[in-house]
Every structure is written in C-alpha cells, then in structure tokens.
C-alpha cells in the first residue's frame, strides 16, 4: 500500500492537458462518441515536467446501441502514468533502465532522478525510487499476470473484447525501447518488454502473450510505425488499426508552442494598453464630431473611423488563440501585426485620398 501523501508544491503551474479517446466512432453503430464523464483529473510528474491530466471519458450516444455503456479512455492519457502513480511512465522506465541497463545503484539513481526533477524544483524519496523500480518489474511480469485473471477476463467479456494500444517509449539512455501493450478499457497492461530491435519478427513474439489470451480484439491503437502495422495486419488482419500521431505530434511542438505562448504574453503587454486607450480616444473624437457637417470635419472623420478600424485590428490579433500543434498565436499575430504596419506604411506615403 502506498501510503497518503501531503500534497505537493509546484514551483510552476504545470501544464495542463486535456485527453479524449482516440478512438472517435462507436465500433458497433459507427455514431460519433459523446463525452460522458471526466475519468480523472490529476497531476502527473514526468521527465519534462509536471503536467495536469484531464482525462475525458467518452460513450456511444446511441442508446439502442449494444455497446452503449463501454467507456472509452484515451490511450495516451493512460500512457503517461501507470493508475495510481504520480510519477510518470517515463520515469518508472528510467529507473528500471539505470538500475538493471547500467547496473546503477539505488542511491545513484535517487542521486540521478533528484537532478533530473531539481529544474522544476520538485524532489523524489529514497523509497520512492524503490518503489518506481518494483513497479518496473512488475510491467515486465504483466503478461503471465493477466493470463489467469478470471474477473479481468469477465470484464472484458463485457466489453465485448479488448482495443489494444502499444507504445514504445523510448528513454533518453541507452538504445533500448520499453513497449508497452495495454487494453485501452480495462487499461490493464497485457504485456511489455524492453527490446533493441523494432523488426516485425520482435513486434511479433512481444505480441505473443497477448494473442494467447484468445479474446476477441475491437481495434488496435499505435503510431502507425512501419514494423507495427504489418506485425498487426497479419496478426488480426480483421482489426481496425488507428494511429494516434496527434499525440506525438504535440509533443514535439512542444517547446515550439511554449516559446510562441510566452512571445504573445510579452506582445500583448506591452501593446494591449496602448491600442486600448487609443481606440478610447478615437471613439471619443469621433462622438465629438459625430454631428457635424463641414466638409473638413467630415474628412476627419473619415479619417478617424479608418484608424479605429486599424486599432481594432492590432486588438483582434493579440487575441489570437492556438490549437498546438499547427496553430501559433504569437507567430499569426507577428505576421498580422506586420501586415497592419505595412499597411500604416503605404497609407503615410500616400495620404488618405
Ligand atoms: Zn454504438
């Protein structure tokens, strides 16, 4: 058991994230998947940091539907942490690495994490790693584990088969890489090994235990690596295999998206006040002359109804939002702050005709 834990300090917010099924229509009905419940809500402490799950879980909304109450999860939600854990998957594997790959001892690779988590001012126990480590055995030890569980097996059962997700998680020592194969309903771990190799053949005989269970599989989820998807297509040629590149792809946009986010907060600082009373004064000019009907009074306002809509401008763009991975507020608002100076530009030259 583990014991209750005070709750931690985060020196920084950590980053939050939101996860839903990959998987998006109901296998049976092919309706859209509906949000019905939001599974968990937690912090996650990995290698990059703490990060806030959200994890929404989703239902088929058809209720004539034979597989309307399966909940489905998302995959890389459950990819982050083993249930339970506040440390990361990443970490547990770094620990089962440094230990067992580099014949570390356990203070070394205490001394290592406390380094590794010293950046974002957060700490780790002594009996904690040792803990993390156990944890690491027991992954490698899942699949004979799940073979003879009788209620898991009912569970399934009820879900009407497993979706299989497979993950290879890759440490940053070493040229090794953990996979992990898991039941994205139930999220019991079907099976896991370390391997040097990602051959068909490897994927393959990784694979094994989870064939031997001999239950009926509803999909496959993976990121669509190339010896994966054939391993899979000859061992259940009949499943659906969807890739959640999504993720990874997130991932890796990442620093990217941290960067754009923290130029769009110094842009809109200095900027937002400024065009906020600007456009106070203009719409007050404005009322001022709103009345009159003297020809040059009538040109300035003209004049001034363009530089509002100038003003709106500048304020629209600093409010950009993004979608990570392909959307960059900070970099849209440069380009259309660019445009409007151009454009300021061009209308200095020329004059308001
Ligand atoms: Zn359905």
Same mark, same amino acid.
């Given at each position: ?40 809500? +937690? ?24 597989? %309307? ?27 089962? #690495? ?11 690779? %205490? ?14 126990? +002594? ?13 490698? +030890? ?40 898991? &039941? ?5 771990? /079907? ?14 005989? /990784? ?39 999504? %993720? ?11 960067? &754009? ?8 600082? &200095?900027? #937002?006040?400024?065009? +906020? ?6 719409? %007050? ?23 509002? &809509? ?44």
């Amino acid at each position: 058991m583990r014991q209750p834990k005070q709750a931690r300090q985060y020196a920084t917010a950590p980053l939050r994230r939101f996860f839903r099924p990959e998987v998006r229509v109901c296998p049976t009905c092919q309706r859209c998947l509906k949000r019905y419940a939001t599974l968990s809500q +937690r912090t996650v402490i990995t290698l990059k940091g703490p990060i806030r799950l959200i994890h929404r879980g989703y239902r088929c909304p058809n209720t004539e539907c034979a597989s %309307h109450l399966r909940s489905y999860r998302s995959a890389a939600a459950d990819a982050l942490a083993l249930p339970g854990f506040t440390f990361g998957l990443d970490i547990v594997i770094l620990v089962g #690495q440094l230990r067992l790959g580099q014949h570390r001892t356990l203070d070394e690779v %205490h001394q290592e994490l406390s380094r590794r988590l010293h950046p974002f001012a957060l700490s780790i126990s +002594r009996r904690e790693v040792l803990y993390l480590f156990d944890a690491y055995c027991t992954l490698l +030890r899942a699949g004979a584990a799940v073979a003879d569980d009788q209620e898991w097996r009912e569970q399934v059962q009820h879900n009407g088969g497993l979706i299989i997700s497979i993950d290879g998680i890759q440490p940053d020592i070493g040229n090794e890489t953990v996979y992990l194969v898991r &039941d994205v309903l139930t999220t019991r771990v /079907l099976a896991a090994a370390n391997v040097t190799s990602s051959e068909t053949a490897v994927i393959k005989a /990784l694979l094994a235990p989870v064939v031997a269970l001999d239950l009926p599989v509803l999909g496959v989820i993976s990121d669509a690596q190339e010896s994966l998807v054939k391993a899979i297509a000859q061992l259940w040629p009949e499943s659906p295999h969807q890739t959640c590149q999504f %993720h990874y792809l997130r991932e890796a946009a990442d620093p990217i998206y941290n960067l &754009d986010r923290s130029t769009r907060k110094a842009m809109r600082k &200095d900027i #937002q006040s400024k065009v +906020r009373e600007t456009r106070k004064q203009l719409s %007050h000019h404005l009322e001022e002359i709103q009345e009159a009907c003297q020809p040059e009074q009538q040109q300035e306002r003209e004049q001034l109804t363009v530089l509002a &809509d100038y003003a709106l401008g500048i304020q629209t763009a600093l409010n950009f939002e993004g979608v990570s991975p392909f959307v960059y507020p900070g970099i849209q608002a440069y380009d259309a702050l660019t445009e409007i100076e151009l454009s300021l530009q061009e209308l200095e030259k020329g004059g308001l005709q």
